[in-house]
């Protein structure tokens, strides 16, 4: 079955940038073709709900949280089946864990959110120090 593996975490000072990876493999065994996945990136912190941050869809286009807008980029290359998430001038409420996830339903960041279905990583740590 597919599987997500994030990377790209860690601990930065606040004003600072990261770059998230989201590598998917043994998709060929699900039917499913990497180009045309809707994907997407959410948080989670200690205490909080999970926060949906930014999706990409299978002709590309995006939707992001207003919190991240002008600040978080999402990218995916399609022969490398890797799903990106750049971030810059982060701030300290953007720590948190960070999931990669696919083909949760309707591609959109609020139904990511609150879906239990689909394919989902387990989660790259991001602290943000003020």
């Known amino acids: 079955h597919v599987q997500l593996v994030e990377s790209g975490g860690g601990s930065v000072q606040a004003g600072g940038s990261l770059r998230l990876s989201c590598e998917a493999s043994?998709?060929?065994?699900?039917?499913?073709?990497?180009?045309?996945?809707?994907m997407g990136w959410f948080r989670q912190a200690p205490g909080k709900k999970r926060e949906g941050i930014a999706v990409?869809?299978?002709?590309?286009?995006?939707e992001f949280a207003d919190s991240v807008k002008g600040r978080f980029i999402i990218s995916k290359d399609n022969a490398k089946n890797t799903l990106y998430l750049q971030m810059n001038n982060l701030k300290p409420e953007d720590t948190a864990m960070y999931y990669c996830?696919?083909?949760?339903?309707?591609?959109?960041?609020?139904?990511?959110?609150?879906?239990?279905?689909?394919?989902w990583g387990q989660g790259t740590q991001v602290t943000v120090s003020s």
């Open positions: 996830a696919a083909n949760w339903g309707a591609c959109n960041l609020a139904a990511g959110a609150r879906s239990p279905l689909g394919t």
């Open positions: 043994g998709f060929d065994s699900s039917g499913f073709v990497f180009s045309t996945w809707c």
């Open positions: 990409i869809d299978d002709d590309s286009s995006t």
